[in-house]
């Protein structure tokens, strides 16, 4: 096991897995309930902290689920 953190080999590795599976695409099925999900974008000001991983991580955790949900 190497001690060290590679990551050009650990990033080329996923990189090429996702390009062939496409786990980030969405199929645009007009069948499926439409869901919205409003979310703010990264606090702007001052230095980020644990309360801004609470508030906004969970919007941003829905959103992605849902967009790979389709």
């Not at 599976?21 to 919205?36: G, I, Q, V």
Request: glycine residues 6%; aromatic residues 14%.
């Amino acid at each position: 096991m190497d001690n060290l953190y590679n990551p050009t080999n650990v990033e080329a590795k996923w990189q090429q897995i996702w390009l062939e599976t496409r786990p980030f695409a969405a199929s645009m099925d007009s069948e499926k309930e439409k869901y919205y999900v409003l979310e703010m974008f990264p606090y702007p000001s001052g230095r980020i902290h644990m309360g801004h991983v609470r508030n906004y991580a969970i919007g941003d955790v829905v959103a992605r689920f849902k967009r790979m949900q389709g």
